[in-house]
């Protein structure tokens, strides 16, 4: 099968986000100027260096997580899991920038070291970020489409000691989940093996 996204695929849903999956999930965690915490989580969200260490997301309309980073100039990524499943999908529910989604979800927010966002202090391991760039999105012709591309520079790590073994992140233990197609379609990491780099 081929299709030209622009004429469409003709399947029951759009193959786009089932084929590039498994993605981490950009739970994000910000603060109004007025001091409001917001939390949501991004289907679209990315590494995109290491030195500095950049991470980013893709907010699919002008939301309050966007418009907090915007004024603010800040944010933490949370690492969403599969024992904070269920409150991060609650927290993806819309409701108005009066809401606090950490009493919504019952989780706990904790200060910030680097940054004044809180982070989730039952995630394992989250990163406080600095705004470096927003970017509005554009299709082939020019046209601004409703996406805006938010990336940051991490100033900030926190790692749950239960998450470290011998000096290095145990992925596996964490248990990241990620999106992995459509509206409902979530995966874990189950196996994992090693393959080093060649040297020639």
Known sequence: MFYDPAAGHGLPHDPFKAIVAPRLIGWISTRSVSGQPNLAPYSFFGAFGSTPPIIGFSSEGRKDSLRNIEATREFVWNLA??????????????????????????????????????????????????????????????????????????????????CLKDGLFDTHAAQPIMRAGYRADYAQIGEMFEMHRPVV
Not at 103 to 119: C, D, H, I, K, Q
Request: aromatic fraction near 4%; charge should be negative.
């Open 81 to 162: 899991t599969r024992p904070l499943a269920e409150k991060m999908n609650l927290s993806s529910a819309t409701v108005g920038p009066e809401v606090d989604e950490f009493e919504l979800t019952g989780l706990t927010p904790t200060a910030g070291r680097n940054v004044s966002a809180p982070r989730v202090g039952e995630a394992p391991a989250a990163l406080e970020c600095r705004l470096l760039q927003v970017m509005h999105l554009h299709d082939l012709y020019g046209k601004p489409i409703d996406n805006w591309l938010v990336l940051g520079q991490v100033v900030g790590v926190h790692i749950q000691k239960a």
